[in-house]
């Protein structure tokens, strides 16, 4: 799915703003119509936001409610195709256009699109949506499940859920109204491989619907001139090399960019034009270390959730660029996007900033009790894949996350892992395949990982309080891990809450020194291990969470920047241990 460009074939029209809005707790909008007949009791709502924060008498609903916005056709749109695409509905959207039925999505995070050609006008058009943010056990991530002995739920909180962060519901990021050439590029794969002597090549996988073009140019250009100028008559193959000398590689330190530009023509006359970033760079691991570009590199960074007062896990660029600020200025060249995809715009300014990423699945809180197993293990390929044809082209993307914490204690959850492994590394051969886990060497799916990734709280959850004993069975557990799997480690969270202006001498939990003491602990530790490939705190700043008695107002506390960021000292103890010099 290629993102909305805007040029002379193709332009978008963003949707965002004040839309009409409905809460439909008793489910009676289908019966009565709303589609056609919006109720005149209606609220107003801002979009893209989620809707609990913005009201103050439904901030726990997590059920059902109706959006409708009016739109006119833009000038210029007529002779295009028309598409609807959503970028993040939680978690199942129906939608119609001018009373008809459009079509319907599962799952909150990744985008979807619709072709409304056939029923858009001129004039005044009419878009509606039905929005289920339910969670259930069929659902991914799951929601309001029965406990199991042999399950580690945590789900006595409110809302009912099977994970530690709000489930957030509505309409999340933007909604665009695209015109598109009828026939033109569908989908556009980008690879690269370094050659001897600072060479590399870019590798193009191009899709087409192609029954009137006649030729393909492709250029690619840095900075300052063309590297090189490809014109194909078509039918032809839509595979091809270019070859680059001297490359500029991609990394965190200088994280350069090549413009890709390729247009589709009849008769010498351009009808489709596409452009997109490029960065050339080479990923791998092995027990020595993590290697980029054939340098072994060390992760610095953070777990992180979209998440801000107010807007929930709604898109706003200002909080995305302050949230990757403060990551550089601290020192990080990396982070994980926990526990579910975030927007395009992260992934774009992630590409631009410099940092590398493990992106996440929404297959947070998998469980693997028979019933309904066969509905989660279908969504959770269905998440892979779209995630993956989503992010593919990213240099920012070393790693594709398949799940965060499964409860994978029952027996059938080996083979549902390893599967889910094997799918994403059949999509996508170039980049490695993980997932993070919180047991210990008992998990059996970390042999099919490229590298393993952990979620550790001893001096937190286990130890309390107790940094010194922490230290030491932390060392134990994760010398036997890597004795047994022989992969390089990555600590994909860690952490302890501290409750801003809480201070305590001597340092005790939940007050800011102690936050700090336990962070330096875990650093000091884990500089001393040449298997460990990065360290990741857990988190970057406060976020919502349901509501339970060990989350002091509805909040985890392990940012080490507050909700709406201001830092903690863990946040200066980071930046120096980060920057040395």
């Known amino acids: ?4 460009q805007f040029n002379e074939c193709r332009q978008y029209h963003d949707l965002s703003g004040i839309w009409k809005f409905q809460f439909d707790p008793n489910n009676q909008g289908l019966n009565e119509n709303w589609m056609n007949h919006f109720p005149k009791s209606h609220r107003f709502i801002a979009v893209p936001a989620s809707w609990n924060d913005q009201f103050e008498d439904f901030r726990d609903y997590v059920d059902i409610a109706w959006y409708k916005t009016q739109f006119h056709l833009p000038w210029g749109y007529k002779q295009k195709k028309i598409l609807l695409r959503f970028g993040s509905i939680h978690y199942f959207a129906q939608v119609w256009l001018n009373g008809s039925l459009v079509g319907h999505h599962e799952g909150g995070n990744l985008p979807f699109q619709f072709d409304v050609t056939s029923l858009v006008r001129e004039s005044q058009n009419n878009l509606v949506l039905r929005v289920d943010g339910a969670l259930s056990a069929l659902s991914v991530p799951p929601g309001n499940v029965t406990p199991h002995p042999l399950d580690t739920f945590q789900n006595n909180t409110y809302p009912s859920v099977n994970f530690d962060f709000f489930p957030f519901c509505g309409v999340q990021r933007p909604v665009f109204l695209l015109a598109v050439p009828e026939h033109g590029f569908i989908d556009i794969t980008i690879t690269s491989k370094l050659l001897p002597q600072d060479n590399a090549q870019v590798q193009l996988q191009i899709q087409l619907d192609s029954t009137i073009a006649t030729q393909l140019d492709v250029h690619l250009s840095d900075l300052e001139k063309e590297i090189r100028t490809n014109i194909f008559q078509l039918p032809s193959s839509t595979e091809m ?65 979209e998440d801000f007062p107010i807007l929930g896990r709604g898109s706003n660029p200002a909080v995305l660029i302050k949230d990757l600020s403060l990551m550089k200025w601290v020192g990080a060249n990396s982070f994980r996007t926990s526990h579910y995809p975030y927007s395009e715009d992260t992934m774009a300014l992630a590409d631009k900033m410099g940092f590398l990423v493990i992106d996440e699945t929404p297959s947070v809180g998998l469980f693997f009790e028979e019933t309904g197993l066969a509905a989660r293990f279908k969504l959770s390929l269905d998440f892979i894949k779209d995630l993956i044809e989503r992010d593919k082209n990213h240099p920012c993307v070393f790693c594709w996350s398949i799940a965060n914490e499964p409860h994978s204690a029952r027996p059938n959850a080996l083979h549902y892992l390893k599967e889910m492994i094997a799918f994403a590394k059949q999509l996508d051969s170039t980049r490695l395949v993980s997932f993070a886990s919180f047991r210990n060497y008992d998990e059996e799916a970390l042999h099919f990982c490229d590298l393993i990734c952990l979620n550790r709280y001893l001096g937190w959850y286990s130890y309390p309080g107790c940094l010194s004993e922490a230290s030491v069975n932390l060392s134990q557990d994760l010398d036997s891990i890597f004795k047994k799997f022989q992969k390089p480690i990555l600590l994909t969270e ?65 940012g080490v920047f507050t909700r709406d960021r201001r830092p903690k000292l863990a946040a200066h103890l980071l930046k120096k241990a980060w920057n040395p010099s």
């Open 241 to 305: 090399v270019i070859e680059v000398p001297n490359a500029k590689l991609w990394s965190p330190e200088s994280p350069f960019l090549y413009q890709l530009d390729l247009r589709l023509k009849q008769d010498a006359i351009t009808f489709d034009h596409i452009q997109l970033p490029v960065g050339i760079r080479e990923i791998r691991a092995n027990s020595n270390g993590l290697f980029l570009n054939n340098q072994r590199i060390t992760l610095k960074g953070f777990g992180r959730h």
């Open 494 to 558: 860690f952490g302890a809450d501290a409750l801003a202006g809480h201070h305590a001498q001597p340092p005790e939990m939940f007050s800011e020194e102690y936050q700090s003491l336990l962070i330096a602990a875990y650093l000091d530790l884990l500089n001393t291990k040449q298997y460990i490939i990065g360290q990741h705190i857990w988190t970057l700043c406060d976020f919502k969470t349901a509501q339970a008695i060990h989350r002091i107002g509805g909040l985890n506390l392990k």
């Open 1 to 4: 799915m290629i993102y909305p």
